[in-house]
C-alpha cells in the first residue's frame, strides 16, 4: 500500500476534500504506481479532475483565506484552457497540481474506468481514493515515455508488471493485459517494442523469483 510521505500529506487532504464535494477526480502517474507495487519514491501526484462551477465554489470553501490559496477565477480560466491549476497550503509551502481533464481521450477513458483503492496516510489512517486501473497507468507511463523517454516509467512498469505476474488474484485483478496491448499499440512502434521487452523482462523475473 503506498504512504504518503510529509510533503505529500496536503494531497490527503485534498483528495478527501474533491471527495466531499463530489467532484470527479482519478489519479495516474507515479503515485498510482506505487499503490500497484512499484518501489519508487515519489512528490508527485498526477490528478486530473472534472470540476464544475458548484465544485470551484466548494474547494474555495474547504481552503479559505488566509491559510490557504484556491483561486475561483483561475480554476475557471484553467478549466476552460485546459492547463493545470493549483491548490496551495501557504503554511507548509505544499501545492497540489491538478490537471483539468479536457478532451484527452486517456484521462477521460481513465476517468470512466477508475476504481476506489485504499491508501495509507502520513498519520497511519486507512483511506480510500479513485484510482485509475493499472493497465490505465500503464499506458500513460508509456504515453509519458513516447513524449519525453525516461527510465523511471520503464522501472515503475516493471515493477508493476512483476507483481500482476506474481499475484493475478491480488494486485494482478485490476490489470487487463489484452486492454493494454490494444491501447499501446496505438501509441508508437519505439512505446510497441518497449511494451514488449517489458513484458518479457518482467516473466523472466518472476520465474528467477519462483524457483527461489
Given at each position: 500500500?503506498?504512504?504518503?510521505?510529509?510533503?505529500?500529506?496536503?494531497?490527503?487532504?485534498?483528495?478527501?476534500?474533491?471527495?466531499?464535494?463530489g467532484a470527479p477526480y482519478v489519479i495516474l502517474g507515479a503515485f498510482a504506481a506505487r499503490i500497484y507495487g512499484s518501489t519508487r519514491n515519489t512528490h508527485d501526484i498526477d490528478m486530473i479532475v472534472a470540476i464544475e462551477e458548484k465544485h470551484i465554489q466548494a474547494l474555495v470553501r474547504k481552503f479559505p483565506l488566509p491559510r490557504y490559496y484556491a483561486d475561483p477565477e483561475m480554476m475557471r480560466n484553467s478549466m476552460r484552457m485546459n492547463i493545470i491549476f493549483n491548490l496551495i497550503d501557504s503554511n507548509e509551502g505544499d501545492k497540489v497540481d491538478l490537471i483539468p481533464i479536457g478532451m484527452n481521450a486517456h484521462n477521460r477513458s481513465a476517468m470512466q474506468r477508475r476504481l476506489r483503492l485504499p491508501y495509507e496516510d502520513l498519520n497511519g489512517e486507512r483511506l480510500q481514493a479513485w484510482v485509475a486501473r493499472a493497465d490505465d497507468v500503464i499506458i500513460g507511463k508509456l504515453l509519458a515515455w513516447n513524449e519525453s523517454p525516461s527510465l523511471r516509467h520503464e522501472q515503475d512498469i516493471g515493477q508493476m508488471l512483476v507483481n500482476f505476474y506474481l499475484d493475478p488474484k491480488g494486485l494482478g485483478r485490476y490489470y487487463d493485459e489484452a486492454y493494454a496491448d490494444r491501447q499501446i499499440r496505438t501509441i508508437s512502434a519505439s512505446a510497441w517494442a518497449l511494451w514488449q521487452?517489458?513484458?518479457?523482462?518482467?516473466?523472466?523475473?518472476?520465474?528467477?523469483l519462483k524457483k527461489k
Amino acid at each position: 500500500m503506498a504512504r504518503i510521505t510529509p510533503e505529500l500529506s496536503f494531497y490527503g487532504l485534498v483528495l478527501r476534500a474533491l471527495d466531499e464535494i463530489g467532484a470527479p477526480y482519478v489519479i495516474l502517474g507515479a503515485f498510482a504506481a506505487r499503490i500497484y507495487g512499484s518501489t519508487r519514491n515519489t512528490h508527485d501526484i498526477d490528478m486530473i479532475v472534472a470540476i464544475e462551477e458548484k465544485h470551484i465554489q466548494a474547494l474555495v470553501r474547504k481552503f479559505p483565506l488566509p491559510r490557504y490559496y484556491a483561486d475561483p477565477e483561475m480554476m475557471r480560466n484553467s478549466m476552460r484552457m485546459n492547463i493545470i491549476f493549483n491548490l496551495i497550503d501557504s503554511n507548509e509551502g505544499d501545492k497540489v497540481d491538478l490537471i483539468p481533464i479536457g478532451m484527452n481521450a486517456h484521462n477521460r477513458s481513465a476517468m470512466q474506468r477508475r476504481l476506489r483503492l485504499p491508501y495509507e496516510d502520513l498519520n497511519g489512517e486507512r483511506l480510500q481514493a479513485w484510482v485509475a486501473r493499472a493497465d490505465d497507468v500503464i499506458i500513460g507511463k508509456l504515453l509519458a515515455w513516447n513524449e519525453s523517454p525516461s527510465l523511471r516509467h520503464e522501472q515503475d512498469i516493471g515493477q508493476m508488471l512483476v507483481n500482476f505476474y506474481l499475484d493475478p488474484k491480488g494486485l494482478g485483478r485490476y490489470y487487463d493485459e489484452a486492454y493494454a496491448d490494444r491501447q499501446i499499440r496505438t501509441i508508437s512502434a519505439s512505446a510497441w517494442a518497449l511494451w514488449q521487452k517489458l513484458k518479457r523482462a518482467a516473466h523472466t523475473e518472476v520465474d528467477k523469483l519462483k524457483k527461489k
